[in-house]
T-cell receptor, first 114, second 114 residues
Framework: DVKVTQSSRYLVKRTGEKVFLECVQD?????MFWYRQDPGLGLRLIYF???????EKGDIPEGYSVSREKKERFSLILESASTNQTSMYLC?????????????FGSGTRLTVV | QKEVEQNSGPLSVPEGAIASLNCTYS??????FFWYRQYSGKSPELIMS????GDKEDGRFTAQLNKASQYVSLLIRDSQPSDSATYLC??????????????FGQGTTLQVKP
């Protein structure tokens, strides 16, 4: 069964810490995405990557960075965690093109910053 | 700004009824459309995709697409309490190369009452 795996289901971090969220996919997908989801705000795109070492900013990149050193792994980095980054973080992957292939999502990481 | 609009609900239907979920999109050239189901605290799960005008059926689910009206809908027949969830409409973004990026609506919450 194909999968997108996020390393942590729940995470509690302190304000100011550097936080790493890891995402690994086994589908050989070119595209990978990081979203955050908050009540009433829906899914908001933070960063995405369409190839190894390539990245593009999404709608809310401030306070975040990403790394994609290998095709299967896409990491989200919170440079200095703040309480307003408490959220559900969702990783997704997909193939390129305009076919009927949507995203496959990971199970999510619920991050609490205290 | 490309947009996907959904009524946030909640949409409440009795068990066994047909639930009708609706979505409109702003980008006239969009070609690929998706419905995701998201249970509370879980990640979105792809349930339907549609590419051509008309209806596409899969079990109790039917996706309907009308590109002229820029409208896509999801019908759930014989609704069950287990169908209670938030349903996200997503449209694959055109004009961004092969990133395969999806634009999501805010989601409609469906409640199926026994």
């Amino acid at each position: 069964d194909v999968k997108v795996t996020q390393s942590s289901r729940y995470l509690v971090k302190r304000t100011g810490e550097k936080v790493f969220l890891e995402c690994v996919q086994d589908m050989d997908h070119e595209n990978m995405f990081w979203y955050r989801q908050d009540p009433g705000l829906g899914l908001r795109l933070i960063y995405f990557s369409y190839d190894v070492k390539m990245k593009e900013k999404g709608d809310i990149p401030e306070g975040y960075s990403v790394s994609r050193e290998k095709k299967e792994r896409f990491s989200l980095i919170l440079e200095s965690a703040s309480t307003n980054q408490t959220s559900m973080y969702l990783c997704a992957s997909s193939t390129p093109g305009q076919g009927t292939y949507g995203y496959t999502f990971g199970s999510g990481t619920r991050l609490t910053v205290v | 700004q490309k947009e996907v609009e959904q009524n946030s609900g909640p949409l409440s239907v009795p068990e066994g009824a047909i639930a009708s979920l609706n979505c409109t999109y702003s980008d006239r050239v969009s070609q690929s459309f998706f419905w995701y189901r998201q249970y509370s605290g879980k990640s979105p799960e792809l349930i339907m995709s549609i590419y051509s005008n008309g209806d596409k059926e899969d079990g109790r689910f039917t996706a309907q697409l009308n590109k002229a009206s820029q409208y896509v809908s999801l019908l759930i027949r014989d609704s069950q309490p287990s169908d209670s969830a938030t349903y996200l409409c997503a449209v694959k973004e055109m004009g961004s190369g092969n990133t395969g990026k999806l634009i999501f609506g805010q989601g409609t919450t469906l409640q199926v009452k026994p």
